[in-house]
């Protein structure tokens, strides 16, 4: 599976957008991106995914380079309850079966 | 609340005993994932089920682990003579797969294991 980079932690204040960064440079042309967040003591939770086009839905959007060796989640209004661990993941489209996490981005949101 | 349950929340054993976890999926969901995640790390995939067929098994499933999906449904993970290195969260995820292959999972709240 391809590998995503992201930052260890990253902090926004409460109202503010969140740019949340991932570098995939190896991505292959039939990746798709995929990001899941864990809420503390809960199981991961699916936020969104793309493969080319920038996507939008009610919890966030994606915006993904051109080249797509990169790519950003965007959080408009963070509160509180956006405080987690965001995963960037990579699927491949003829078999996305299992996720593979990495460490993940820890989000602080200060009030 | 995703709809996907797990039984128990939280097991407390001594080295050398047998624990089980139950996980019910959401219904109808075919597909059925066991994921394993330590302090500070991120899920580790274990296996998955596409309706009652073990279709994948990762290198971290050893010889004391065993899963299974009778009937489809419900699924059970049996660790056999527990040991402290399998202190977790062992977390389960649901999914109806389509004709794509970006089917969404949904986790349930983790069994949190501590073996003594």
């Known amino acids: 599976d391809a590998k995503t980079t992201q930052p260890n932690s990253m902090e926004s204040n409460e109202e503010e957008p969140v740019h949340l960064p991932c570098n995939h440079s190896?991505?292959?042309?039939?990746?798709?991106i995929h990001w899941y967040r864990q809420l503390p003591s809960q199981g991961p939770e699916y936020v969104i995914h793309?493969?080319?086009s920038n996507v939008n839905n009610r919890m966030a959007s994606l915006a993904i380079a051109e080249d797509r060796k990169s790519s950003t989640l965007i959080l408009h209004r963070a509160t509180l309850r956006d405080a987690a661990v965001y995963y960037c993941?990579?699927?491949?489209?003829?078999?996305?079966?299992?996720?593979?996490f990495g460490a993940g981005t820890i989000l602080r949101v200060k009030s | 609340d995703t709809g996907v349950s797990q039984d128990p929340r939280h097991k407390i054993t001594k080295r050398g005993q047998n624990v089980t976890f139950r996980c019910d999926p959401i219904s109808e969901h075919n597909r059925l994932y066991w994921y394993r995640q330590t302090l500070g790390q991120g899920p580790e995939f274990l296996t998955y089920?596409?309706?009652?067929?073990?279709?994948?098994k990762s290198r971290l499933l050893s010889d004391r682990f065993s899963a299974e999906r009778p009937k489809g449904s419900f699924s059970t993970l049996e660790i056999q003579r527990t040991e402290q290195g399998d202190s977790a969260m062992y977390l389960c995820?649901?999914?109806?797969?389509?004709?794509?292959?970006?089917?969404?999972?949904?986790f349930g709240p983790g069994t949190r294991l501590l073996v003594l």
């Open positions: 089920f596409q309706n009652e067929a073990q279709l994948e």
């Open positions: 793309g493969l080319t």
């Open positions: 190896t991505i292959s042309g039939t990746d798709y």
């Open positions: 993941i990579l699927r491949d489209h003829l078999d996305g079966n299992k996720l593979v």
């Open positions: 995820a649901s999914s109806l797969i389509g004709r794509g292959a970006q089917e969404t999972q949904y």
